[in-house]
Protein backbone atom coordinates (compact mmCIF):
# COMPACT_ATOMS: atom_id res chain seq x y z
CA UNK A 1 0.00 0.00 0.00
CA UNK A 2 1.22 3.49 -0.75
CA UNK A 3 2.85 5.67 1.98
CA UNK A 4 2.33 9.27 2.32
CA UNK A 5 3.98 12.23 5.02
CA UNK A 6 1.71 13.53 7.71
CA UNK A 7 2.21 16.40 9.91
CA UNK A 8 1.01 18.13 12.70
CA UNK A 9 -0.07 16.79 16.34
CA UNK A 10 -3.55 17.22 15.43
CA UNK A 11 -3.45 15.53 12.84
CA UNK A 12 -1.03 12.87 13.78
CA UNK A 13 -3.72 12.06 16.88
CA UNK A 14 -6.59 11.74 14.92
CA UNK A 15 -5.17 9.20 12.68
CA UNK A 16 -3.52 7.29 15.90
CA UNK A 17 -7.02 7.26 17.87
CA UNK A 18 -9.55 6.46 14.80
CA UNK A 19 -6.99 4.31 11.85
CA UNK A 20 -4.02 3.55 14.38
CA UNK A 21 -3.21 0.51 11.94
CA UNK A 22 -2.44 3.11 9.07
CA UNK A 23 0.36 4.28 11.40
CA UNK A 24 4.02 2.92 10.17
CA UNK A 25 6.47 5.17 12.07
CA UNK A 26 6.28 8.58 13.87
CA UNK A 27 9.26 10.77 14.28
CA UNK A 28 9.43 13.47 16.76
CA UNK A 29 11.65 16.76 16.94
CA UNK A 30 14.14 16.59 19.65
CA UNK A 31 13.67 18.79 22.82
CA UNK A 32 9.91 18.66 23.64
CA UNK A 33 8.46 16.84 26.45
CA UNK A 34 5.16 18.27 27.10
CA UNK A 35 1.46 16.40 27.95
CA UNK A 36 0.37 16.34 24.11
CA UNK A 37 3.93 15.01 22.95
CA UNK A 38 3.37 12.20 26.12
CA UNK A 39 -0.09 11.32 25.12
CA UNK A 40 0.72 10.82 21.32
CA UNK A 41 3.79 8.63 22.84
CA UNK A 42 1.36 6.03 24.81
CA UNK A 43 -0.68 5.96 22.10
CA UNK A 44 1.56 5.09 19.72
CA UNK A 45 3.07 2.39 22.21
CA UNK A 46 0.16 0.86 22.79
CA UNK A 47 -0.66 0.26 18.56
CA UNK A 48 3.48 -1.15 18.48
CA UNK A 49 3.86 1.81 16.04
CA UNK A 50 7.86 2.28 16.12
CA UNK A 51 8.97 6.43 16.76
CA UNK A 52 12.43 7.89 16.72
CA UNK A 53 13.69 11.25 18.30
CA UNK A 54 14.84 13.93 15.39
CA UNK A 55 16.82 16.95 14.29
CA UNK A 56 14.72 19.90 13.86
CA UNK A 57 16.26 19.80 10.34
CA UNK A 58 15.06 16.12 9.04
CA UNK A 59 11.69 16.89 9.50
CA UNK A 60 11.82 20.15 7.75
CA UNK A 61 13.16 18.22 5.24
CA UNK A 62 10.39 15.41 5.19
CA UNK A 63 7.79 18.17 4.67
CA UNK A 64 9.47 20.46 2.62
CA UNK A 65 9.78 23.21 5.32
CA UNK A 66 6.38 23.50 5.91
CA UNK A 67 5.00 23.97 9.66
CA UNK A 68 5.17 20.25 11.08
CA UNK A 69 5.14 21.04 15.03
CA UNK A 70 7.61 18.69 15.74
CA UNK A 71 5.93 15.35 14.80
CA UNK A 72 5.99 13.39 11.49
CA UNK A 73 4.21 10.11 10.65
CA UNK A 74 5.03 7.98 7.62
CA UNK A 75 1.23 6.66 7.32
CA UNK A 76 -0.27 4.20 4.72
CA UNK A 77 -3.05 6.01 2.42
CA UNK A 78 -6.44 5.92 2.80
CA UNK A 79 -8.57 3.34 0.83
CA UNK A 80 -9.41 5.21 -2.33
CA UNK A 81 -13.44 6.13 -2.65
CA UNK A 82 -14.01 6.06 -6.52
CA UNK A 83 -16.19 8.09 -8.59
CA UNK A 84 -18.63 4.63 -9.27
CA UNK A 85 -18.22 3.93 -4.96
CA UNK A 86 -19.62 7.29 -4.87
CA UNK A 87 -22.49 6.43 -6.85
CA UNK A 88 -23.55 3.72 -5.56
CA UNK A 89 -23.42 4.56 -1.81
CA UNK A 90 -25.23 7.35 -2.81
CA UNK A 91 -27.85 5.42 -4.60
CA UNK A 92 -28.27 3.20 -1.69
CA UNK A 93 -28.52 5.58 1.25
CA UNK A 94 -31.29 6.31 3.02
CA UNK A 95 -30.85 9.62 4.20
CA UNK A 96 -30.66 12.41 1.56
CA UNK A 97 -27.12 12.48 0.04
CA UNK A 98 -24.99 16.02 1.02
CA UNK A 99 -22.06 16.73 -1.38
CA UNK A 100 -19.79 19.25 -1.59
CA UNK A 101 -17.85 19.94 -4.88
CA UNK A 102 -15.08 22.28 -5.16
CA UNK A 103 -14.47 23.28 -9.06
CA UNK A 104 -11.09 24.55 -9.34
CA UNK A 105 -9.56 25.18 -6.07
CA UNK A 106 -6.28 24.36 -6.37
CA UNK A 107 -4.86 25.75 -2.81
CA UNK A 108 -3.96 22.78 -0.48
CA UNK A 109 -5.03 24.99 2.47
CA UNK A 110 -8.08 25.74 1.27
CA UNK A 111 -8.94 22.23 0.39
CA UNK A 112 -7.97 21.49 3.99
CA UNK A 113 -10.13 23.83 5.31
CA UNK A 114 -12.87 22.79 3.74
CA UNK A 115 -12.59 19.39 4.61
CA UNK A 116 -12.93 20.31 8.09
CA UNK A 117 -15.70 22.18 7.70
CA UNK A 118 -17.73 19.23 5.53
CA UNK A 119 -16.87 16.98 8.34
CA UNK A 120 -18.30 19.66 10.90
CA UNK A 121 -21.40 20.64 8.39
CA UNK A 122 -22.24 16.83 8.14
CA UNK A 123 -21.06 16.33 4.51
CA UNK A 124 -20.90 12.95 2.73
CA UNK A 125 -18.09 13.61 0.74
CA UNK A 126 -16.29 16.02 -0.76
CA UNK A 127 -15.69 15.49 -4.88
CA UNK A 128 -13.41 17.62 -7.04
CA UNK A 129 -12.51 17.25 -10.51
CA UNK A 130 -9.03 15.05 -11.52
CA UNK A 131 -7.80 18.42 -13.37
CA UNK A 132 -6.80 21.70 -11.83
CA UNK A 133 -7.78 21.00 -7.80
CA UNK A 134 -5.69 21.05 -4.76
CA UNK A 135 -3.75 17.91 -4.34
CA UNK A 136 -4.48 15.85 -0.84
CA UNK A 137 -0.88 15.95 0.42
CA UNK A 138 0.90 16.80 3.77
CA UNK A 139 -0.71 20.31 3.98
CA UNK A 140 -3.98 20.07 3.14
CA UNK A 141 -4.18 17.23 5.96
CA UNK A 142 -3.12 19.13 8.72
CA UNK A 143 -5.17 21.62 8.09
CA UNK A 144 -7.98 19.46 8.22
CA UNK A 145 -7.11 18.80 11.35
CA UNK A 146 -8.10 15.17 10.93
CA UNK A 147 -11.39 15.38 8.48
CA UNK A 148 -9.21 14.28 5.92
CA UNK A 149 -9.76 10.44 7.75
CA UNK A 150 -13.63 11.11 7.77
CA UNK A 151 -14.88 12.58 4.75
CA UNK A 152 -13.56 11.46 1.46
CA UNK A 153 -12.08 13.01 -1.33
CA UNK A 154 -13.30 11.87 -4.37
CA UNK A 155 -11.64 13.08 -7.62
CA UNK A 156 -14.25 12.24 -11.36
CA UNK A 157 -12.89 12.54 -14.64
CA UNK A 158 -15.48 14.57 -15.57
CA UNK A 159 -17.26 16.77 -13.40
CA UNK A 160 -20.52 17.60 -15.74
CA UNK A 161 -21.12 13.91 -16.21
CA UNK A 162 -20.28 13.25 -12.60
CA UNK A 163 -23.30 15.99 -11.73
CA UNK A 164 -25.80 14.37 -14.32
CA UNK A 165 -25.49 10.80 -12.81
CA UNK A 166 -26.16 12.14 -9.35
CA UNK A 167 -29.02 14.39 -10.68
CA UNK A 168 -30.43 10.92 -12.04
CA UNK A 169 -30.24 9.53 -8.45
CA UNK A 170 -32.29 13.20 -7.23
CA UNK A 171 -29.28 15.38 -5.97
CA UNK A 172 -29.45 18.68 -7.39
CA UNK A 173 -26.63 20.98 -7.28
CA UNK A 174 -26.63 24.61 -5.74
CA UNK A 175 -24.27 26.69 -6.99
CA UNK A 176 -22.34 30.15 -5.80
CA UNK A 177 -21.56 32.55 -7.75
CA UNK A 178 -22.07 36.78 -7.41
CA UNK A 179 -23.95 37.04 -10.78
CA UNK A 180 -27.43 36.03 -9.51
CA UNK A 181 -29.99 38.67 -7.11
CA UNK A 182 -31.22 35.17 -4.91
CA UNK A 183 -29.60 34.62 -1.71
CA UNK A 184 -28.30 31.32 -0.49
CA UNK A 185 -31.19 32.06 2.52
CA UNK A 186 -33.97 32.25 -0.16
CA UNK A 187 -32.80 28.63 -1.79
CA UNK A 188 -34.41 24.94 -0.41
CA UNK A 189 -31.31 23.72 0.42
CA UNK A 190 -32.72 20.95 2.60
CA UNK A 191 -33.11 17.40 0.25
CA UNK A 192 -30.69 15.58 -1.50
CA UNK A 193 -28.13 18.60 -2.23
CA UNK A 194 -24.75 18.80 -3.81
CA UNK A 195 -22.95 22.51 -2.70
CA UNK A 196 -20.81 23.36 -5.67
CA UNK A 197 -18.02 26.49 -4.61
CA UNK A 198 -15.97 27.14 -7.38
CA UNK A 199 -12.18 29.25 -7.72
CA UNK A 200 -11.59 32.32 -5.78
CA UNK A 201 -11.44 34.93 -9.00
CA UNK A 202 -12.36 32.70 -11.98
CA UNK A 203 -15.61 31.08 -9.88
CA UNK A 204 -17.37 27.82 -11.24
CA UNK A 205 -16.47 27.23 -14.78
CA UNK A 206 -19.13 27.70 -17.16
CA UNK A 207 -20.47 24.12 -18.28
CA UNK A 208 -20.33 22.93 -13.99
CA UNK A 209 -22.81 26.13 -13.63
CA UNK A 210 -25.30 25.17 -16.53
CA UNK A 211 -25.12 21.80 -14.28
CA UNK A 212 -26.43 23.69 -11.58
CA UNK A 213 -30.14 23.43 -10.80
CA UNK A 214 -29.80 26.50 -8.63
CA UNK A 215 -27.47 29.59 -8.06
CA UNK A 216 -27.18 31.72 -5.24
CA UNK A 217 -25.12 34.51 -3.53
CA UNK A 218 -24.09 35.45 0.23
CA UNK A 219 -24.89 38.79 0.38
CA UNK A 220 -22.09 40.87 1.57
CA UNK A 221 -22.65 44.31 3.61
CA UNK A 222 -19.58 45.37 3.82
CA UNK A 223 -16.42 47.09 1.89
CA UNK A 224 -15.30 43.93 0.35
CA UNK A 225 -16.99 42.27 -2.48
CA UNK A 226 -15.85 38.48 -1.64
CA UNK A 227 -14.71 35.87 0.68
CA UNK A 228 -12.21 33.20 0.91
CA UNK A 229 -13.71 30.27 -0.71
CA UNK A 230 -13.12 28.30 2.19
CA UNK A 231 -14.75 31.11 4.80
CA UNK A 232 -17.88 30.77 2.05
CA UNK A 233 -18.14 27.35 2.14
CA UNK A 234 -18.65 27.44 6.15
CA UNK A 235 -21.10 29.97 5.49
CA UNK A 236 -22.88 27.89 2.78
CA UNK A 237 -22.56 24.08 4.45
CA UNK A 238 -23.97 25.50 7.83
CA UNK A 239 -27.28 27.53 5.92
CA UNK A 240 -27.61 23.76 4.53
CA UNK A 241 -27.09 22.24 7.82
CA UNK A 242 -29.51 24.35 9.75
CA UNK A 243 -32.01 23.62 7.09
CA UNK A 244 -31.65 19.79 7.19
CA UNK A 245 -31.89 19.93 10.99
CA UNK A 246 -35.19 21.53 10.84
CA UNK A 247 -36.44 19.25 7.88
CA UNK A 248 -35.58 16.38 9.71
Not at 28 to 53: N, T, Y
Not at 60 to 68: A, I, M, S, Y
Not at 96 to 106: A, C, I, K, M, Y
Not at 125 to 138: I, Q, W
Amino acid sequence: MAQRILFGWHAVEALLEHHPERVVRIQFQQGRDDRRRKHVRALAESFGVAMEECHRRTLDELTDGENHQGIVARVKAAPEVREADLLERLEASARPPFLLVLDGVTDPHNLGACLRTADAAGVDALVVPKDHSAPLNGVAIKVASGAAESVPVVRVTNLARFMRQCRDLGVWFTGTTGDTDTTIYDLDLSGPLGLVMGAEGAGMRRLTREHCDQLGNLPMAGMVSSLNVSVATGVCLFEARRQRLIAS
